[in-house]
Structure formats: C-alpha cells, structure tokens
C-alpha cells in the first residue's frame, strides 16, 4: 500500500513485525481498501452524500453542520500544509479543552496525511515535555487559554518549530490561527493516505508509569467504528451524543466525535462536564447518548430522578471497573440500565461490552462482534470457566508502542494482554476482577481490590472508595479502604466498625478492611481512575 508519508518516522518507529498482535478482520465491514483517509470517510463522506446541512458538533452558543466543520476543518488543513510547512507523516500535538475548534483541528490533521498527537488539558509542561520528546513532535495546535505549559516545552525544544493558537481573545494579533484559516477558502484535498499510514498516536502511563505512544491507523479509527457501535451501542442518525472523557483519551475521541459522525449524528462539546455541567448540558442539547465514567454516574445518579422520561436513552460506562450498585444505583434513579465497556487505549476502543438489553450485573459483557477474548494462565493456556486468569484478546486493532520495550509484555503469541485479571462465566460472559498489579496478598489470602470495593459501595453511606494494600508486619499486607461519604454521613469509629462488619457480610470476612481512612475526594487521573499507587504511598 503507497503510504502518504514523507516524515517516515511513525513507519520507523513501529514494534519489530514479530511482537505484533494478530490481527482479525474477521466482519465483512472490515475489508478496507488499500487507500483510506478517515477524515474523508467520516467527514466529506457526509457532505458528499447530501448530509452536509445536518448538525454535527454542538457546543454551549454554538451548531455547526457537517458542512460547517469540513469547511473549518479545511481551511486548518491549509494552514498546515501552507503556512506551517507540515508534510504528510508530521506529528501535530493538539491542546484544548473538548470543543469545536480541537474537533476541527483533530481532522485537519487527519486531511493533511499528519499525525494527531491530542493531549490532556490537565497535563502540565513536565508531561508534554515527555510527549514531545517521545513523538517527536514538530508542530502544535493549542488553545490559547492552555498555551503557557505548551510555550514553555517550546523555549527548550527547538524541533518543535511551528505554534498556533485558537481561541484567543478578539484582539490578537494576525498571528492566530483564525487569522490564517481567514486567508484560505478552497475545498482541501485530503492527503491519500494509506489505510495502514499512522493517524494518531495515543498517550497511555497507566496509572503509574512511564508514558508510551500507540500508534494507530487511518484503518484502526474506521475499524472501531465498525465494531462495538453497530454491535451494542446502535445510535441512530437522530442521536445526541454527549459526555466528559477529554477527546485526548480515545475513550472520549470515539464516543464524542468518531461515533456520532460515524453515524452522521450529533455531539455535544463540554470544556467543562463534571457532574453539574453534564446534568445542564443533558437537559439543555436534549442529549440522547451519555459517556462518562462510573464515578461521574454516582455523583449524577443524586440528580438522576430529574433526567427520568427525559431524551436521555443510552448511557455508556467505562475507564474503570462498574460497580454492580452503581449499575443499580443508575438504573433506579433514571430507569436506564447502563451500558458497561472494557476498552484500553491500546485497543483503541472498547473490546468486551453488552448492551442495555443483555447487560449483567457484576459482569462487563462479551467480545464485542470483530473481536475474540479469553482468560488464560501464565503459560497461555486458557482456564477452565469460573476461574480467574489473564484477560487477552485479538481483533482489528492491537497494540503498537511506539519504540517501546514493554510491546513485548503487552504482545503476546499475536494475543494483546490487557493487564487484567478476568473470569468467565458458562454463558460466556466476562468478570472484571481486577488489575493483575492491583493484588492484595493478605496473610496468605489473595484479594482483588474491586470486591472489597463492590462491597463497600452497597453500603448506603458510602459514596466512592479506593481499596488497596498496605504493608503490615504480621499479615505481610492488609485492606485498607479510602471511602468517601454520602452528604449527612459522619465519619467515626462507629461508623468504621459498621462498614467492616457490612464487608464481613457481604463477601468472605478475610477480605474486610481492616484500616478504614475517611477522605473527601479519591485522588483520580485524568480519564477517571483511582490512582491506587497514590493512595499506597502518599495516604500511608
Ligand atoms: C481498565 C476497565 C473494567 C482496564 C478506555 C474505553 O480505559 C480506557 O483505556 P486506558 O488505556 O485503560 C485501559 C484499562 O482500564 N478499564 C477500562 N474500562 C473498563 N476495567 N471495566 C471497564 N469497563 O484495566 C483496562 O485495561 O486508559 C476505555 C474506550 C477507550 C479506552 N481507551
């Protein structure tokens, strides 16, 4: 396949051909042609085929048609390649908050034959550094408002040659990038890219660790769109779609602009969507389909009776493990059963989900149509159902690090392993137990943090909770739980001695917490997980 790259460094960089995964494209919608854009395929697609006057991208005083963003998407695409040198191949880091502009300058990137490189907004100048460095990143696209952390990794590196804001106030200078896109009316023609050229790089640390880069095609973003939304989400061209996952995380770029585009629906854009914002922002874009992740449902779910017989129809969890009780908690206050999801960045998208209608409590679901999972021992062997072991899986997308040594512990065999611990059930359903690193070994006795977490969450009083294991000289470890509380809960030793007796009843008594620490918030990472090696060090 001709590939559209002169920078050729995402091809050089590459895992060595042996530490691939294997790759099924095993769905008849997965045969891709040897040459494919993205950006043409979800994008001018619909203009082409009549669709162009429809709404695409909402946001709070704003609605712009398809149209409208590949006319904005366009002009960017021209910015790059004219004013700011980019060739086919070129890294272009992306920093803004969700909202149109970076929606406009994600396929602006993709039209050019560039690489995407988005980044949290939360990150700080330390950790774009690392990302910059790693993907060697020569141009950037940053909302004026983030710009500070972004000029400051620019001062010190050189390579990183061309910068332009958006977003600005009205009096910049010529120098924005409004300015510039003002200089370039033309239709852009995409670059002809390869369906296997690199389109995006998507930074993972886990929840520790040193950063790495997926790398991903043009083929990999069509791929997920293929797969889990027909099989299980199944929106529909009328659906609004809305959520909090920051599009830098490609649980949010798939649910909050592939998906809904995909289908030629609707997305709603928050900079802003905690709890309150998503609530105001459900009821005022009459959202349809919600993304975000377990934490943000319970804290949505005290509201929940509000968004009861309103549009909202579909809501989807993933990032971190779904507590039955919150599953249950969600279903109660808003009648809507929750749509659970295992996806990693390394996949891409989600691989392991069941929708609302065969959803089971305490279960994630099944391999999603396109792909193949199994739970297996340590020498690869697959365990008899009922028994916990290491999740892997197999389908259109897979892990590619980029010029990374830990390719080889994420591939194995051609099978990607998740670095989650799972059991199957007779019917073919899959359990998340926990993270393989997240083990308690407590006097002998193994404990996955999850269960001790499910069992605390069931507890009226108790609003969120992060279980790890501490060091103890008798035991070796032992439980220790971080709960948040309910409004109107106190936390004292009553309350303390209640909640390891609820866990004593709930599960088998050797897995309560014998440490209990009240706290008003769990320490979380950008895409909403608990941040387990903080509470371990840091809290004591
Ligand atoms: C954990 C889950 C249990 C699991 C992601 C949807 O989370 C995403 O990607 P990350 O690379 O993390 C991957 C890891 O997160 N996890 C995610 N979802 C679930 N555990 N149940 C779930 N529903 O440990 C996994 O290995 O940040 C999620 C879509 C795209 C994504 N990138």
């Not at 004026?144 to 106030?169: I, M």
């Not at 009205?170 to 050229?197: C, I």
């Not at 137990?433 to 009083?461: C, F, K, W």
């Amino acid at each position: 396949m001709p590939s559209a790259h002169v920078d050729t460094f995402a091809r050089d960089h590459l895992p060595p051909p042996d530490q691939w995964p294997t790759l099924r494209f095993e769905l008849p919608a997965l045969n891709f042609p040897p040459q494919l854009n993205c950006a043409w395929e979800l994008l001018d697609r619909q203009v082409e085929q009549g669709r162009g006057d429809r709404p695409c991208i909402l946001a709070p005083g704003l609605r712009w048609t398809y149209r409208e963003l590949q006319d904005r998407a366009d002009r960017i695409a021209y910015v790059l390649v004219h004013d700011m040198g980019l060739v086919p191949g070129n890294r272009v880091l992306l920093r803004a908050p969700n909202n149109p502009m970076l929606a406009a300058c994600w396929f602006a990137v993709m039209k050019a034959g560039g690489i995407a490189v988005a980044t949290m907004p939360l990150l700080r100048a330390k950790e774009l550094q690392a990302i910059v460095e790693i993907g060697q990143v020569t141009h950037a696209l940053c909302d004026a408002r983030l710009a500070d952390d972004l000029l400051q990794v620019q001062a010190s590196h050189p390579a990183l040659s061309q910068l332009k804001l958006f977003n600005g106030s009205e009096a910049a200078d010529g120098k924005s990038l409004e300015a510039a896109m003002a200089r370039h009316p033309a239709p852009f023609v995409n670059a002809n890219t390869a369906a296997d050229d690199t389109c995006l790089l998507g930074f993972t640390s886990g929840t520790t660790g040193v950063p790495k880069a997926t790398m991903h095609f043009h083929r990999d973003v069509m791929a997920i769109c293929h797969c889990w939304p027909p099989h299980v989400l199944r929106p529909t061209a009328d659906d609004i779609f809305i959520g909090s996952p920051p599009l830098a995380f490609t649980f949010g770029l798939g649910g909050l602009l592939l998906f809904p585009m995909a289908v030629g629906a609707q997305a709603v854009l928050l900079e802003k969507a905690g709890p309150e914002q998503l609530f105001d922002g459900i009821q005022q874009f009459g959202a349809t389909v919600l993304f975000t992740a377990p934490t943000s449902y319970r804290k949505l779910a005290l509201q929940g009776p509000a968004l009861r017989g309103g549009t909202l129809r579909k809501c989807v969890s993933a990032g971190e493990a779904l507590p039955a009780a919150t599953r249950a908690l969600w279903r109660e206050a808003t009648d809507i059963e929750l749509i659970d999801g295992i996806g990693a960045t390394e996949m891409l998208h989600i691989f392991i989900s069941a929708d609302e209608a065969t959803a089971r409590p305490g279960a994630t679901g099944k391999a999603v149509p396109g792909y193949r999972a199994e739970v297996v021992d340590e020498q690869g062997q697959p365990v008899p159902d009922g028994t916990v072991g290491q999740l892997r899986v197999q389908g259109p997308t897979g892990c590619r690090y980029l010029d990374d040594a830990r390719q080889a512990r994420y591939v194995r065999d051609g099978w990607n392993y998740t670095g989650d611990a799972y059991w199957r059930d007779a019917d073919g359903y899959f359990h998340y137990h926990a993270r393989t690193d997240d083990m308690i070994i407590s006097a002998g006795y193994n404990i996955a943090s999850p269960e001790v977490e499910d069992a605390l969450m069931q507890h009226p009083a108790v609003a969120d909770c992060g279980v790890v294991g501490v060091p103890d000289e008798e035991r070796g470890q032992i439980v220790k739980a971080y709960v948040v509380l309910r409004p109107g809960h106190v936390g004292d030793e009553a309350l303390m001695r209640t909640l390891q007796d609820f866990v004593k009843q709930t599960v088998a008594p050797y897995k309560y917490p014998r440490a209990i620490r009240f706290v008003n918030e769990l320490p979380r990472t950008a895409t909403g997980k608990v941040q387990r090696f903080l509470l371990r060090s840091t809290h004591g």
